[in-house]
């Protein structure tokens, strides 16, 4: 068995040990095992990708488990898509216990200042717990099971709740970041975002929340009508957020509050001005179009001022945003409509990352300082030999974090439609296909329509709910 006895050689083998260089390619990784799975259907890429180090406990695990729940998800296998996201929420949790009552976290800091972020256990941040949570309650959802879908978001909102103050905080501080040359190369980044108020507020969430109190019928419309009004809040613009808003105030049979929010509206040509016969003989279709996935992340060179020295780091960073996803265009009997724009996840994920930047570029700046005194010390110790290994080591080590959670959708877009009972035969075209499914509508009933799409993949569930369910 080898045995190191020189100091630096013990000290440098321990670097180079604890820079888990794969993480760098996670995106690569991703892909690699995806691509199978979407283009003939066959997760033992997936599986053999992500399925042991979800089942085991470690830096990925976390996001392993979210990856593969998903892919499950998109898969059709809901069953086992809510087992997995079930584990993975058991696991978020407990590392929010162990943060409180453990120095392990604080240790895991210290590593990631002499070495770098990819040491640390991923824990995902609230835009992932919310998310999971969300599409979790849609898994439900696809098995006619509207009470296990009210459970999960609630859990998604309980999420919110726990983390609104302290994600606060965290904006505020990124706003303001103590670096030049980390201003400008985030300039681009930030400017994405300077329209999105944090990243754990999703108005799709809230959106789908209140579709499932409303679908629950007059026992769950107060519900309804207090996450439909948080949707708005986020999202004013989206045509389906304000058609269910309307439709809900509405339903309740409120005259004046009914009139007043056609006021707050405005003239709006796409709005459909609901009467209370269309809920009580029809039944409405809320439609779920996914589509795309979120951009993985690159690496930007920043330069830390450390000890008198320039240090030029690695960091994580978002370039390619993508485009506007194209609607989904949904035609009935009698109706059509097309899906618009509730939540665009890739402004969500990016807006996290800026949240994060000041403590990556706190723990950068100190690991500058650490990784110089090592060098120096080196040098004292062995001369020119100890310099040159102490700098490999230190490159070797200085390589950004780029794991994010990447297998969830660019855009989330709905549209709402109310149709007569019986079966409805529906066609669904959007860039590059066109399908025709048939839902059957129950007066009264809600008919949840979820569709995910990215290029050459797609699956489509329909789940009818009648109210009281």
């Given at each position: 068995?080898?045995?190191?006895?020189?100091?630096?050689?013990?000290?440098?083998?321990?670097?180079?040990?604890?820079?888990?260089?794969?993480?760098?390619?996670?995106?690569?990784?991703?892909?690699?095992?995806?691509?199978?799975?979407?283009?003939?259907?066959?997760?033992?890429?997936?599986?053999?990708?992500?399925?042991?180090?979800?089942?085991?406990?470690?830096?990925?695990?976390?996001?392993?488990?979210?990856?593969?729940?998903?892919?499950?998800?998109?898969?059709?296998?809901?069953?086992?898509?809510?087992?997995?996201?079930?584990?993975?929420?058991?696991?978020?949790?407990?590392?929010?216990?162990?943060?409180?009552?453990?120095?392990?976290?604080?240790?895991?800091?210290?590593?990631?200042?002499?070495?770098?972020?990819?040491?640390?256990?991923?824990?995902?941040?609230?835009?992932?717990?919310?998310?999971?949570?969300?599409?979790?309650?849609?898994?439900?959802?696809?098995?006619?099971?509207?009470?296990?879908?009210?459970?999960?978001?609630?859990?998604?909102?309980?999420?919110?709740?726990?983390?609104?103050?302290?994600?606060?905080?965290?904006?505020?501080?990124?706003?303001?970041?103590?670096?030049?040359?980390?201003?400008?190369?985030?300039?681009?980044?930030?400017?994405?975002?300077?329209?999105?108020?944090?990243?754990?507020?999703?108005?799709?969430?809230?959106?789908?929340?209140?579709?499932?109190?409303?679908?629950?019928?007059?026992?769950?419309?107060?519900?309804?009508?207090?996450?439909?009004?948080?949707?708005?809040?986020?999202?004013?613009?989206?045509?389906?957020?304000?058609q269910a808003y309307l439709d809900i105030v509405a339903q309740g049979g409120d005259p004046?509050?009914?009139?007043?929010?056609?006021?707050?509206?405005?003239?709006?040509?796409?709005?459909?001005?609901?009467?209370?016969?269309?809920?009580?003989?029809?039944?409405?279709?809320?439609?779920?179009?996914?589509?795309?996935?979120?951009?993985?992340?690159?690496?930007?060179?920043?330069?830390?001022?450390?000890?008198?020295?320039?240090?030029?780091?690695?960091?994580?960073?978002?370039?390619?945003?993508?485009?506007?996803?194209?609607?989904?265009?949904?035609?009935?009997?009698?109706?059509?409509?097309?899906?618009?724009?509730?939540?665009?996840?890739?402004?969500?994920?990016?807006?996290?990352?800026?949240?994060?930047?000041?403590?990556?570029?706190?723990?950068?700046?100190?690991?500058?300082?650490?990784?110089?005194?090592?060098?120096?010390?080196?040098?004292?110790?062995?001369?020119?030999?100890?310099?040159?290994?102490?700098?490999?080591?230190?490159?070797?080590?200085?390589?950004?974090?780029?794991?994010?959670?990447?297998?969830?959708?660019?855009?989330?877009?709905?549209?709402?439609?109310?149709?007569?009972?019986?079966?409805?035969?529906?066609?669904?075209?959007?860039?590059?296909?066109?399908?025709?499914v048939s839902v059957d509508v129950a007066p009264g009933s809600t008919t949840f329509l979820?569709?995910?799409?990215?290029?050459?993949?797609?699956?489509?569930?329909?789940?009818?709910?009648?109210?009281?369910?």
């Open positions: 068995m080898l045995r190191l006895r020189h100091p630096l050689a013990l000290a440098t083998a321990a670097i180079l040990w604890a820079a888990p260089a794969a993480y760098a390619s996670y995106p690569a990784d991703f892909a690699k095992a995806v691509t199978p799975c979407l283009r003939n259907g066959d997760f033992s890429a997936a599986e053999k990708e992500f399925l042991h180090d979800a089942m085991t406990p470690g830096r990925n695990q976390l996001l392993y488990l979210y990856e593969l729940a998903n892919l499950y998800r998109m898969k059709g296998d809901v069953d086992k898509s809510i087992e997995l996201f079930g584990h993975a929420d058991r696991v978020a949790h407990d590392y929010e216990g162990k943060a409180l009552v453990s120095a392990g976290a604080a240790a895991g800091q210290v590593g990631a200042t002499l070495t770098n972020d990819t040491v640390l256990t991923w824990e995902g941040d609230c835009q992932d717990k919310v998310m999971s949570r969300t599409l979790d309650a849609m898994n439900y959802l696809a098995k006619h099971d509207l009470e296990g879908a009210r459970v999960e978001v609630r859990k998604a909102e309980e999420y919110q709740v726990q983390e609104r103050a302290k994600r606060q905080k965290a904006v505020a501080r990124a706003a303001n970041l103590d670096n030049a040359s980390a201003n400008a190369k985030y300039g681009n980044m930030f400017s994405y975002v300077q329209d999105v108020r944090n990243s754990f507020e999703n108005a799709f969430t809230y959106y789908l929340s209140s579709a499932i109190y409303r679908a629950q019928g007059a026992s769950g419309l107060d519900d309804a009508l207090v996450d439909i009004k948080r949707a708005y809040e986020l999202a004013p613009r989206a045509p389906a957020v304000r004046a509050a009914l009139e007043e929010l056609k006021a707050r509206l405005g003239a709006d040509p796409g709005l459909r001005l609901p009467d209370y016969a269309d809920y009580a003989h029809g039944g409405t279709v809320v439609v779920i179009y996914e589509v795309g996935f979120v951009p993985p992340m690159g690496d930007v060179a920043i330069d830390v001022f450390a000890l008198n020295k320039l240090y030029s780091l690695a960091f994580p960073i978002y370039n390619d945003f993508g485009g506007p996803q194209p609607p989904l265009e949904v035609t009935a009997p009698g109706a059509a409509q097309s899906t618009s724009l509730v939540a665009d996840v890739r402004k969500l994920e990016v807006k996290s990352l800026q949240e994060r930047i000041p403590g990556i570029l706190a723990r950068g700046t100190l690991g500058a300082i650490a990784k110089a005194q090592a060098q120096q010390k080196a040098t004292n110790s062995f001369g020119i030999f100890g310099q040159l290994a102490a700098t490999i080591a230190t490159k070797l080590v200085t390589t950004a974090d780029l794991r994010s959670w990447l297998s969830l959708p660019a855009e989330v877009q709905t549209a709402q439609l109310t149709l007569q009972p019986g079966p409805n035969d529906l066609t669904l075209a959007s860039y590059g296909w066109t399908e025709r979820m569709v995910r799409s990215v290029p050459g993949f797609r699956t489509i569930k329909s789940a009818t709910v009648k109210a009281g369910a």
